[in-house]
């Protein structure tokens, strides 16, 4: 809730320097490691830009951790308050800070092997006992952003821009949560299956917590108006 508050606080400050600044505005789309994106660029002051947008990158692909082969069906979908400064008046480089609303997710589908057969923390299970095992993989929701870049959305008397982002965001350590779901054998399996299970969610935590800090590479074409 304190960031959706914050969230509004700042476009509320962006729309209102705008409206004192009595200058146009302009619409960016983007394409890069945040996947697919489009943006408004407000003037807040003379050397300073306001930029609030949203971006959205489907990916999908497999990852083996410890004996367990996964299928990963991702999303990852920012939203972004951004202030762009301008070091030196009328110049294309620029220092980038912000706040990011990240909300990627990745589900998860651990795949048997050949023989129908997982393996966690060093003890196989047949899947005709256990069933499947599902999960899903996210991180924090408040990103903040650093960065620099080149290119102005608002160059006076030019409709058309194009510019470049290099940063990155932290997103923090994953959270992950593994379920096997469908145990049909004893109690006594199912019990030792959770606790192997949750070994192996521990596992899969750490590896995906290598992904702490999230690299920003996009590109943009921007029309003022």
Known sequence: MAFKHTVFAFAALLAGASAQAQVGAAVTADLGTTGA???LVVPMESSLNGRFGANYFKHDFDKRSG???????????????????????????????GLMYNGTRFNATGVPSAGGKFTFNGNTYSTTDIGTLKGDVSFRRAAPYIGIGWGNALTPNKRWNFGADIGAFYQGKAQVNLIPLGCT???????????????????LQDEASDYKVYPVLRASVSYSF
Not at 67 to 93: E, N, R
Not at 185 to 203: F, M, P, Q
């Open 37 to 39: 994106g489009l943006h």
């Open 67 to 97: 004996l367990v082969d996964y299928k990963l069906d991702g999303k990852l979908a920012t939203f972004d308050v951004l202030f762009d400064w301008y070091l030196i008046p009328q110049s294309s480089f620029r220092l980038t800070g």
């Open 185 to 203: 054998t004893s109690n006594a399996v199912c019990g030792k299956l959770a606790s192997d299970v949750a070994v192996e969610e521990l596992r």
